[in-house]
Nanobody, 126 residues
Framework: QVQLVESGGGLVQAGGSLRLSCAASGRTSSTYVMGWFRQAPGKEREFVAG????????EYADSVKGRFTISRDNAKKTVDLQMDSLKPDDTAVYYCAADFTHRRVIYTSPRAYELWGQGTQVTVSS
């Protein structure tokens, strides 16, 4: 059974950094798009960043451009999200997700992603 497991969340002060990691298990192929989403209390789940299967194509939400960096290691089956210059507005539960249908095109809608991790809490204090 394929699973995604996130790690690396926590509490950090504004201006600080965190690195989230998502590990995939149970699937031998890595030829699919991966994404990071987040959901704050009372808000809809929103796209944060996505990466193509090769890592050659990335997309970011405007709110995180220049501060967050997504990367992947297909040999280790991991996708990381480096988050710098964190702001209180970044506080949310962060989810990684897999879009098994696509290899290069990165969709920002959660409906495009078939598999989700359990989420990891990120809290940024002011």
């Amino acid at each position: 059974q394929v699973q995604l497991v996130e790690s690396g969340g926590g509490l950090v002060q504004a201006g600080g950094s965190l690195r989230l990691s998502c590990a995939a298990s149970g699937r031998t192929s890595s030829t699919y798009v991966m994404g990071w989403f987040r959901q704050a209390p009372g808000k809809e789940r929103e796209f944060v960043a996505g990466i193509s299967w090769s890592g050659g194509n990335t997309e970011y939400a405007d709110s995180v451009k220049g501060r967050f960096t997504i990367s992947r290691d297909n040999a280790k089956k991991t996708v990381d999200l480096q988050m710098d210059s964190l702001k209180p507005d970044d506080t949310a539960v962060y989810y990684c997700a897999a879009d098994f249908t696509h290899r290069r095109v990165i969709y920002t809608s959660p409906r495009a992603y078939e598999l989700w991790g359990q989420g990891t809490q990120v809290t940024v204090s002011s």
